[in-house]
């Protein structure tokens, strides 16, 4: 059974960590301090042979992932024995195992297992011709160019088009650009509008747009920012919905048997789908359920997290969470038990290799292990 009380304290730890607390939950986090007696929590046998030898490797986590996440607030009544010696006995580092030699020294191994890592810069651009060109090579070149189009790569890791004709054509040609599982892309489309995707993403578009309109389409996720064009709307059409563009910041989650769900962060944007229309407002996010497109206040932070290098998940279904995290790290998922409402809440950096996430999983009491290149989670 869950020590609920011992759960919430985890929780608010990882929060301070990050340096997310809000003002009451560190007040929160003080009073359980001040109530908790100096009793100490139990020390796993196998991972220290006493109090203090565990305090000094999880003091040295802390203060790593306090560099990590550049927290420039620390809270004042954070001292050296006090709280953060109370909260590091509530962490455990799983890379480590403590082994007594004949002559009861202990020596620190570390735990082999097959690295799998986080995703990387990639993507296969696919010509009108049918030829397939790997972007996983950051450098800059030229990958294609004639008389309509110049089509270059830059060192950064972003492919562009460059429009070449005199004039517009009739019958612009169709590419495509495909991040497979465990990769992410940008691209510069035709017209300058920028598109971030993330894993498992497609993306169909012209290697130039028409006079009167610009038209992609995209299967999984991405995030756009689109040139504005009074005289040519912008339309994403993406598993039965269309987005109607004016010029704007926004992304865009399709992933199939998935529901659908744009995040408008400025600008404006038209969603139909269910032959209904909602216009969004910044900050807003329309999504269907249920076979109804509904509209809400958004989560920016969370719409934005795998943009900026995290998984971002506030009380997320477990398994929706889930499937996030095999897309980024092309892992296997394997479920054990029946709890499917389990739900999730924490930030997660991307670039964490498979090993740290399952400790992090760990520690946010999502129970699993990394077994060769499957997760196995208890539900």
Avoid at 59 to 70: D, T, V, Y
Avoid at 78 to 104: E, N, S
Avoid at 278 to 302: D, Y
Avoid at 329 to 349: P, Q, S, W
Wanted: glycine fraction near 6%; charged fraction near 20%.
């Amino acid at each position: 059974m869950v020590d609920h009380n011992q759960f919430r304290i985890k929780q608010l730890a990882y929060k301070w960590l990050q340096g997310t607390c809000t003002p009451e939950e560190e007040a929160e986090l003080q009073q359980w301090y001040e109530t908790s007696n100096g009793e100490p929590l139990p020390i796993p046998e196998e991972l220290a042979t006493d109090e203090q030898q565990l305090k000094e490797l999880l003091f040295l986590n802390i203060k790593q992932e306090i560099q990590a996440s550049k927290i420039k607030r620390i809270p004042q009544w954070v001292k050296l024995g006090g709280i953060a010696a109370a909260l590091a006995l509530l962490f455990i580092l799983p890379l480590y195992l403590v082994k007594r030699t004949t002559g009861d020294t202990p020596q620190v191994a570390v735990k082999t297992q097959q690295q799998v890592h986080p995703g990387i810069k990639a993507a296969v651009l696919t010509l009108a011709d049918g030829t397939k060109i790997d972007l996983s090579a950051h450098q800059q070149s030229v990958l294609h160019q004639d008389e309509q189009v110049k089509i270059v790569t830059t060192a950064s890791g972003t492919v562009q088009y460059q429009f070449t004709a005199s004039k517009n054509t009739a019958a612009s040609r169709t590419n495509t650009i495909e991040t497979p599982i465990g990769t992410e892309y940008t691209i510069i489309l035709a017209d300058g509008s920028k598109v971030w995707l993330n894993a498992g993403s497609v993306l169909t578009f012209p290697e130039s747009f028409a006079s009167n309109s610009r038209e992609v389409k995209l299967s999984g996720e991405a995030y756009f920012e689109v040139s504005h064009d009074s005289k040519r709307p912008f339309y994403v059409r993406s598993n039965e919905q269309t987005i109607r563009v004016f010029g704007t910041h926004f992304n865009v989650s399709s992933y199939p048997n998935e529901n659908n769900k744009t995040t408008l962060i400025a600008g404006s944007v038209q969603v139909s789908q269910f032959g209904k229309s909602k216009m969004l407002k910044p900050g807003q996010a329309a999504f269907t359920t249920g076979g109804n497109l509904i509209v809400a206040e958004a989560n920016i932070e969370e719409a934005m997290a795998w943009k900026n290098g995290f998984f971002y998940f506030e009380s997320t279904p477990i398994k929706d969470a889930l499937a996030a995290i095999k897309r980024w790290y092309n892992v296997d998922i394997v479920y054990k038990g029946t709890n499917e409402k389990r739900e999730l809440t924490g930030k997660i950096k991307r670039n964490s290799t498979a090993q740290q996430l399952v400790e992090t999983l760990n520690f946010l009491d999502i129970k699993c292990r990394l077994q060769n290149n499957k997760i196995e989670v208890e539900l």
